[in-house]
């Protein structure tokens, strides 16, 4: 499996690296919306973790892009991982094509969870655990 984190901040890039090494799953990186809207259209990844507030094209902004695509690559599983907790995030994230929200700070347990239920929905496989 190869996830991809859309997240600004290095230490939140560090701790979900780390969990999803110990998981066995590779993982690549990119600091705003664009840079990572650019690795999708130039490689090919199972999940993309997406953070909303980030310099440059946020992540509302760059799923919309993402769903916008003319091609296969539009239909990629997208979990939201934010630290905004209002009542309208996880509607608001949904209506933009999320698959999932999760909430920070990221556990590992949560983290797989929100990976293994979004794999399953959209190609019918076994959970991912922990």
Same mark, same amino acid.
């Given at each position: 499996m190869r996830v991809l984190l859309v997240e600004d901040n290095d230490v939140?890039? #560090? &701790? &979900? #690296?780390?969990?999803? #090494?110990?998981?066995g799953i590779e993982m690549a990186e990119a600091a705003d919306g664009e840079i990572g809207l650019q690795m999708i259209a130039d490689s090919d990844y199972d999940v993309v973790l997406m953070d909303l507030r980030?310099? /440059?094209?946020?992540?509302?902004? *760059? =799923?919309?892009?993402? #769903? *916008?695509r003319g091609d296969a690559k539009a239909s990629l599983p997208v979990i939201v991982v934010t630290a905004d907790a209002g @009542? @309208? =995030?996880?509607?608001?994230?949904?209506? !933009? %094509? *999320?698959? %999932?929200? +999760? +909430?920070?700070? &990221? @556990?590992?347990? %949560? +983290?797989?969870? !929100? =990976? /293994?239920?979004v794999v399953a929905g959209r190609k019918g496989g076994d959970i991912l655990v922990a």
């Open positions: 939140n890039r #560090r &701790v &979900v #690296r780390e969990m999803l #090494r110990a998981g980030m310099p /440059g094209m946020d992540g509302m902004t *760059a =799923i919309r892009r993402l #769903r *916008a @009542s @309208s =995030i996880e509607p608001d994230c949904l209506a !933009a %094509g *999320a698959d %999932g929200v +999760l +909430l920070k700070p &990221v @556990s590992m347990n %949560g +983290l797989f969870d !929100a =990976i /293994g239920k």
